[in-house]
């Protein structure tokens, strides 16, 4: 099975009761194939200690852990480089790409900077 890859905003909207939420959730029931970046882990901690608190902050963060965190290595931080050069992508996200990348998964998210690149499931917004 292929792993897969939850950008942030799609964490987002699972531990905020987004409208996509249900969406995103379904990576969840193969917790041994969903890896996260720890660039996922800063974008999450930092959305989440602005429009909560620290407890919620740190509950969040405390239930990522369970999952596969992929560290930034250089082979990553190189692969970002050229990704975000390629596809013209933010810092964050050819981070979040390369990592995808590198794992051989498939990144799942609602980023439009994502839609329609190789190895990329793309959820559109849900605006209620």
Same mark, same amino acid.
Not at 14 to 41: E, M, V
């Given at each position: ?17 987004g ?9 969840? /029931?193969?917790? #041994? *194939? +969903?890896?996260? !970046?720890?660039?996922?882990l800063?974008?999450? &901690?930092?959305?989440? %200690? ?23 290595? /250089?082979?990553? #931080? *190189? +692969?970002?480089? !050229? ?6 992508? &933010?810092?964050?996200? %050819? ?5 995808t ?6 990144l ?21």
């Amino acid at each position: 099975m292929t792993s897969i890859c939850l950008d942030s905003s799609g964490w987002i909207e699972i531990t905020h009761a987004g409208d996509n939420a249900r969406k995103f959730a379904k990576a969840l /029931s193969a917790p #041994a *194939t +969903l890896i996260l !970046s720890t660039i996922n882990l800063y974008e999450i &901690a930092k959305y989440t %200690s602005r429009v909560g608190d620290d407890t919620a902050t740190s509950e969040i963060l405390t239930f990522l852990q369970q999952y596969t965190v992929i560290p930034v290595s /250089s082979e990553i #931080a *190189t +692969l970002a480089a !050229s990704l975000s050069t390629q596809h013209k992508l &933010a810092m964050a996200d %050819s981070l979040i790409y390369a990592t995808t990348l590198n794992q051989n998964a498939t990144l799942w998210t609602q980023d439009e900077d994502f839609k329609g690149l190789p190895h990329v499931k793309y959820f559109p917004k849900i605006n209620s």
